[in-house]
C-alpha cells in the first residue's frame, strides 16, 4: 500500500531501497523557503542499519504489512532463543539480538508476536508490561519522602529500575518491558 511521505508515523514497516525498514523517529519541517518535508529515521530489519531519510508530501512509498504469528517462548541456547508455534507446535530458533534489550524480560512459557516478512521473522515482541521481584533496592534516605523522588532497584532478571521510595526488596511490581520504567505493584 503507497503512502504520501507526509502520513509516515512511527512503526511503521517500509519497504525501501529494496529492503524492510521500521520508522523509530519523525519530525515534520517546514522551512520558510521550499516544501515542508518530513524527516524520518529508520532501521533495517534485516541488517540493523539505521538511516536518516526526507521525504516530501509528494513522494510516495510502499508500507509493507507484515503477518503475525503467536509463538511461546521456550528456552535459550547459547545466543539462540527457541519459540515455538502455538497452532503446529514446530519449533523454530533467532538469534538474541532480533529482540535488543527486551530480551532480558523473557520468561519461560511468555506468550510473544513473532512479525514475518515472507515466511522469515524479523522481529519479536514480548508484552508491554511484564510482572518481576525486586531483588534488591536502596534504603530511603531520610527526607526524600515528601518530594515524588525514585530510588534504584534491581529486578531478578538483572535490570535496573527506578522505584518509588515505599518499594522494598522482595516487593512485586509491574514494569515497562520497552521502555524499563516502574508501573505500579503487582496485584
Sequence with gaps: MKISGVDIRPGNILEYEGGIWKV??????????????????????????????????ADTIERVRLDTKDFQYLYAEGDMLVFMD????????????????????????????????????????????????????????????????????????????MVPPHIESGTRIVVDVYERTYVGKAS
Excluded: C
Excluded at 518535508?37 to 516530501?56: A, H, I, P, S, W
Design 86 to 161: 502455538t497452532e503446529t507446535y514446530d519449533q523454530i530458533q533467532l538469534p538474541a539480538d532480533l529482540l535488543g534489550d527486551a530480551a532480558a524480560f523473557l520468561e519461560d512459557g511468555m506468550q510473544v508476536l513473532l512479525e514475518l516478512w515472507e515466511e522469515k521473522p524479523i522481529s519479536v515482541q514480548l508484552p508491554e508490561q511484564v510482572e518481576a521481584n525486586i531483588v534488591e533496592a536502596d534504603a530511603v534516605v531520610k527526607g526524600q519522602t515528601a518530594s515524588s523522588s525514585y530510588k534504584p532497584a534491581v529486578l531478578e532478571n538483572g535490570v535496573r529500575v
Design 24 to 57: 523509530a523517529k519523525i519530525q515534520h519541517t517546514q522551512p520558510g523557503k521550499g516544501g515542508a518535508y518530513m524527516q524520518v529515521e529508520m532501521k533495517n530489519l534485516q541488517d540493523g542499519r539505521k538511516t536518516n531519510v526526507r521525504f516530501r508530501s
